[in-house]
């Protein structure tokens, strides 16, 4: 199962009731967290998520209210005891601005690997840890260079006795075949987990998108997602010239995005200063798209593979 925590969904600056924009996926107890804001590491202190385990970080892009908060961020990770080296990855810019705010965090137990403006479908896990994970990216349309992601969990297929059997894999190599090791030399025979597991399934498909105005290129990044995580900066559909100014989104304007894009659930986040309850204009984004949710600080959801 994957389980999104919403660790803080506000916008421009942090408010009393809400901290600044941050996105925790966990999988299998490994992390990644996507942006750190203001507030992010009181925010998992308070879910007690724990922070030894981040092993990645998506910045979309370079404004303070998405990356402030990353230097301490870092800082508590070294102080976990953390060696193994975590990747960082974001827009053009993010090197220059990570080893600029490595002035405050001058000194870590583990190293950082950054991939700066990435343009293709990736991979970041080893299969020593055996996540099978692709991480997408796309362009945005906002006042800075910004990118957003999309997470496919790949499921993994089932063991097929009849196959391993009509291919005549040992009974010994069988659970190793099928816990993803590839390759098992035995008595001179290459047997592969291929021999031993069925058909491809469904995986699960995360989609965040935040700062932008909604481009057409949006719809199919984030198709048939099960999660679709979108910046809604304004509510009121009269602020509109505002969202096309500030190069942001408007509730109603998000959910077309997710009608178009044939989601499953749309989570709002992202959400202005002037705005302080987002729940009285849930009207603008249900009257197009009805599975719509408007998120809070710590809000989360658990995504389980369709089990069959």
Same mark, same amino acid.
């Given at each position: 199962?994957? @389980? ?25 107890? +490994? !992390? ?7 507030? *992010?590491?009181?925010?998992? +202190? ?18 303070? =209210? ?20 975590? *990747?960082?990855?974001?827009? #053009?810019?993010? +090197? #220059? ?5 490595? %002035? ?6 583990? $190293?950082?690997?950054? &991939? $700066? ?14 996540? @099978? ?27 097929? %006795? ?37 058909? #491809?399934?469904?995986?699960? !498909?995360?989609?965040?998108? *935040? ?14 997602? @099960? ?5 809604? *900066?304004?509510? =009121?559909?009269? @602020? ?22 044939? %989601? !499953? ?25 009805? !599975?719509?949710? &408007? ?14």
């Amino acid at each position: 199962m994957i @389980d999104i925590l919403l660790l803080g969904c506000g916008g421009g600056m942090p408010m009393p009731n809400r901290f600044l924009s941050a996105t925790l996926i966990n999988y299998r107890g +490994r !992390k990644i967290l996507v942006d750190c804001g203001e507030g *992010t590491q009181v925010s998992m +202190r308070i879910s007690n998520t724990g922070f030894k385990s981040i092993d990645i970080i998506c910045i979309t892009h370079i404004h303070g =209210d998405h990356i402030v908060g990353l230097p301490g961020l870092l800082g508590t990770i070294g102080n976990s005891g953390r060696t193994e080296p975590i *990747t960082i990855i974001g827009p #053009e810019g993010i +090197r #220059e601005t990570v080893e600029k705010l490595r %002035v405050i965090a001058n000194w870590l137990p583990y $190293e950082i690997n950054i &991939i $700066e403006n990435p343009k293709e479908t990736f991979k970041l896990f080893d299969d020593s840890i055996n996540l @099978d994970i692709d991480i997408s990216v796309l362009e945005l349309d906002h006042s800075s260079p910004c990118i957003g992601y999309c997470f496919y969990f790949k499921r993994q297929p089932k063991f097929d %006795v009849e196959k391993a059997e009509k291919n005549k894999v040992p009974k010994t190599l069988w659970n190793r075949l099928q816990r993803n090791e590839k390759n098992l030399l035995l008595d001179g025979v290459l047997y592969t987990n291929d021999m031993v597991m069925g058909e #491809e399934r469904k995986g699960i !498909k995360v989609s965040i998108i *935040t700062d932008t105005r909604p481009i057409e290129n949006i719809i199919e990044f984030i198709n048939d997602s @099960d999660y679709f995580i979108c910046e809604g *900066t304004y509510g =009121d559909d009269k @602020d509109l010239p505002k969202a096309i100014k500030n190069k942001h989104m408007t509730f109603r304007e998000a959910a077309d995005l997710a009608l178009k894009g044939n %989601v !499953k659930k749309l989570l709002l986040t992202h959400f202005g200063t002037a705005m302080n309850e987002p729940e009285e204009y849930l009207s603008n984004a249900n009257e197009v798209f009805d !599975k719509t949710i &408007i998120g809070f600080d710590r809000y989360k959801a658990t995504l389980n593979f369709n089990g069959d």
